[in-house]
């Protein structure tokens, strides 16, 4: 299906919101759908990229600046250098939709996860927010509500934005 540029959501919310089992859970869909779909994942503390006792990990923690590993139909490549989500999403350009996992205090537009026994109301800028995803009664105005229970419902409107592209505020 692939667009000119993709389109770049945020599916945000509180720790243990259950994003990522939202994102997860959308994904076979949106492939489904024929779309490309890439996921950027922002990790607050420091994480080890390479499972130590890897040949990679190994050395990455012998000292090397990066590290590359390929099987013909994937790779990965791990170096240290600082880094934003905007060169991550450059790395993209064949997706249609990109999903960034978390920026919830960002002016990048949103999904905001509220579950029930985790959180009460969004956290987000109600001007960054295109939907809310609940199992919650929750009313959020100026933007849908959209079930946490309903992956089919998720997927549809996120297949809308790539199509129709973002609603102008």
């Not at 950027?40 to 190994?58: L, N």
């Not at 939709?97 to 960002?106: A, N, P, R, S, W």
């Not at 905001?112 to 956290?123: D, F, I, L």
Request: glycine content about 8%; aromatic content about 6%.
């Amino acid at each position: 299906m692939t667009v000119s540029e993709p389109l770049v959501v945020a599916v945000s919310g509180v720790k243990n919101s259950g994003k990522t089992t939202l994102i997860e859970s959308v994904l076979p869909l949106l492939a489904q759908a024929g779309l490309q779909v890439a996921v950027v994942k922002h990790d607050g503390h420091s994480f080890d990229p390479e499972p130590s006792g890897t040949d990679t990990g190994r050395f990455m923690a012998a000292g090397a600046a990066g590290a590359a590993i390929f099987d013909g139909e994937k790779f990965k490549v791990v170096k240290r250098q600082p880094v934003t989500e905007g060169f991550l999403i450059a790395q993209f350009p064949e997706a249609d939709l990109i999903l960034l996992e978390g920026f919830k205090y960002t002016a990048w537009p949103k999904l905001e996860v509220v579950r029930r026994g985790n959180s009460e109301a969004p956290v987000s800028d109600p001007a960054t927010l295109l939907a809310l995803v609940t199992d919650l009664p929750l009313e959020c105005p100026g933007a849908p509500v959209l079930s946490l229970n309903d992956i089919q419902g998720v997927a549809r409107f996120l297949l809308r934005l790539v199509k129709e592209g973002l609603p102008h505020v």
